[in-house]
């Protein structure tokens, strides 16, 4: 599909992976627990793959395999405990698990700062795996599987960057962030969020799992959260001297590019949900 779809502008590209990559992933929440849990889980070893490619290209040498293996074993385990399938008590696997990763730097040979690359492999997990892993408590809220939280959530962050996109292009004057991101505008930021916010309201009509003010705390926690997480990853993508995390969905880059607002959003958005 990538090749196909370079003859189209980058505009082109961009509205025709989108909705193709939005369709497949909206099917798949919406078809059951487990296409939801199929797809999460594809999208997440594709990112921590991404990661650490990315690292790499820096000249870093984090475990990129047992990394990637702890990310996916971390997303799988807290599936099936919030599934209620396996005991929360084997959330201490993790634990024993991540320290592995100490014993297996000591028969890496010639390596200039090992604990700098230890470092990077934690990075990649704690990053990229744990807001994926956090969502499957968010769609397990309610004691079982809801696909309207993913659901709600993704529009509305879609809202967010495409208003962002689109009202930065038009009227985009007041640079946001320039030194991290320099075509990120404040008019864009209230484009996205005033788009967000209307489709919060409206989904808040359709899916009355939660509140109308439920919904709009979550949309405020996914504009505040999906701007930062650009702004981060534009800060990753800076550090090492590159525009996209990846080429994988034309017209969008990779895919820590597509799902960067997420990563930010979701800790946050399941620290609302469990304790308020």
Same mark, same amino acid.
């Given at each position: 599909?990538?090749?196909?779809?370079?003859?189209?502008?980058? !505009?082109?590209?961009?509205?025709?992976? @989108?909705?193709? @990559?939005?369709? /497949?992933?909206?099917?798949?929440?919406?078809?059951?627990?487990?296409?939801?849990?199929?797809?999460?889980?594809?999208?997440?070893?594709?990112?921590?793959?991404?990661?650490?490619?990315?690292?790499?290209?820096?000249?870093?040498?984090?475990? &990129?395999?047992?990394?990637?293996?702890? @990310? *996916?074993?971390?997303?799988?385990?807290?599936?099936?405990?919030?599934?209620?399938?396996?005991?929360?008590?084997?959330? +201490?696997?993790?634990?024993?698990? *991540?320290?592995? %990763?100490?014993?297996? &730097?000591?028969?890496?040979?010639?390596?200039?700062? #090992?604990?700098?690359?230890?470092?990077?492999?934690?990075?990649?997990? +704690?990053?990229?795996?744990? #807001?994926?892993? *956090?969502?499957?408590?968010?769609?397990?809220?309610? /004691?079982?599987?809801?696909?309207?939280?993913?659901?709600?959530?993704?529009?509305?962050?879609?809202?967010?960057?495409?208003?962002?996109?689109?009202?930065?292009? *038009? +009227? @985009?004057?007041?640079?946001?962030?320039?030194?991290?991101? #320099?075509?990120?505008?404040?008019?864009? +930021?209230?484009?996205?969020?005033? !788009?967000?916010?209307? $489709?919060?309201?409206?989904?808040?009509?359709?899916?009355?799992? $939660?509140?109308?003010?439920?919904?709009?705390?979550?949309?405020?926690?996914?504009?505040?959260?999906?701007?930062?997480?650009?702004? %981060?990853?534009?800060?990753?993508?800076?550090?090492?001297?590159?525009? =996209?995390?990846?080429?994988?969905? #034309?017209?969008?880059? /990779?895919?820590? =590019?597509?799902?960067?607002?997420?990563?930010?959003?979701?800790?946050?958005?399941?620290?609302?949900?469990?304790?308020?």
């Amino acid at each position: 599909m990538t090749s196909s779809l370079t003859k189209y502008n980058n !505009l082109t590209q961009r509205v025709i992976t @989108g909705l193709l @990559g939005a369709a /497949g992933i909206i099917t798949c929440v919406c078809l059951s627990e487990w296409t939801y849990f199929i797809i999460f889980f594809i999208i997440c070893l594709l990112a921590l793959w991404e990661f650490y490619k990315l690292v790499g290209l820096d000249g870093m040498l984090p475990q &990129k395999t047992f990394g990637t293996i702890c @990310g *996916l074993f971390i997303f799988s385990l807290s599936f099936f405990i919030e599934q209620g399938r396996i005991s929360y008590r084997l959330y +201490f696997l993790i634990f024993p698990l *991540l320290s592995c %990763v100490y014993m297996i &730097k000591l028969y890496k040979k010639f390596e200039r700062k #090992p604990f700098t690359n230890i470092a990077y492999t934690f990075l990649g997990i +704690f990053y990229v795996a744990i #807001p994926f892993s *956090l969502l499957n408590i968010a769609v397990f809220e309610k /004691g079982e599987y809801n696909f309207e939280v993913i659901f709600g959530c993704l529009f509305i962050l879609w809202a967010s960057d495409t208003g962002a996109y689109v009202a930065g292009t *038009l +009227f @985009g004057k007041r640079k946001l962030f320039e030194r991290i991101s #320099p075509k990120k505008s404040w008019e864009g +930021f209230f484009g996205g969020a005033l !788009l967000a916010l209307v $489709f919060a309201y409206g989904i808040a009509h359709y899916f009355p799992l $939660f509140t109308l003010q439920q919904w709009m705390i979550i949309a405020v926690i996914i504009i505040v959260g999906g701007t930062f997480g650009d702004l %981060v990853e534009s800060l990753l993508k800076r550090s090492i001297e590159i525009k =996209d995390s990846g080429n994988s969905l #034309p017209g969008h880059g /990779g895919f820590l =590019d597509r799902f960067d607002g997420l990563l930010i959003s979701a800790p946050f958005i399941v620290a609302y949900l469990e304790i308020f």
